[in-house]
């Protein structure tokens, strides 16, 4: 075949997949997007002292409950008492206020996570699809050609578009 030719084909074999073009930006653009999904592990050791923070709080609050009672046995009887029971109370307020609060800061986050589940349902599919166009590369090749990408189903699952979605959304699960 000469040069001319080959161009020709060349060419024309470029033209049928001209209308995938733009999805396959539109794909590398969507895996660009999502790399920095990859690093989640980090930001799910950022939540670790927060829970730590968390748990120490709440083994605080029965013992505050408990002394805000005992002040209540005795405030009516005694005002320095009822000084320190309304300490508690205020103390006690301040600890829920800002729990809440923070409670608050951590909800947009969960609405994340549920987005990234999301998104890691809808591209469930791309491993199928995947090892169906690496089939299909073969089945064009034919059998002496090994250039067709070896494909099982540990690459699939690491595949950047799904494998960063569901690390991201199991990390951000927990």
């Known amino acids: 075949m000469s040069k001319a ?17 733009s999805v396959r930006d539109e794909l590398a653009q969507l895996v660009n997007i999502l790399e ?6 980090q930001f799910a050791l950022a939540l670790e002292p927060i829970r730590a923070f968390r748990e ?8 505050l409950h408990n002394l805000e ?15 320190l029971r309304d300490q508690m109370r205020e103390i006690s307020a301040g600890f829920a206020a800002n729990v809440a609060e923070f409670a608050q800061v951590l909800e947009p986050l969960g609405a994340l996570r549920r987005q990234l589940e999301e998104a890691a349902r809808a591209l469930e599919p791309v491993g199928a699809l995947y090892n169906e166009f690496v089939e299909l590369s073969k ?5 002496s050609d090994d250039s067709a990408p070896a494909v099982d189903a540990a690459t699939v699952a690491q595949a950047p578009s799904v494998g960063l979605l569901r690390l991201a959304g199991a990390r951000l699960a927990r």
């Open 56 to 63: 120490k709080v709440a083994s605080v609050v029965e013992p």
């Open 5 to 21: 030719n080959a161009v020709q084909t060349s060419e024309m074999v470029g033209q049928i997949f001209e209308p995938l073009k």
């Open 69 to 83: 009672q005992e002040f209540g046995q005795f405030a009516d009887a005694f005002e320095p008492m009822r000084i």
């Open 139 to 143: 089945s064009i090749a034919g059998p």
């Open 36 to 41: 920095p999904i990859s690093r989640a592990h």
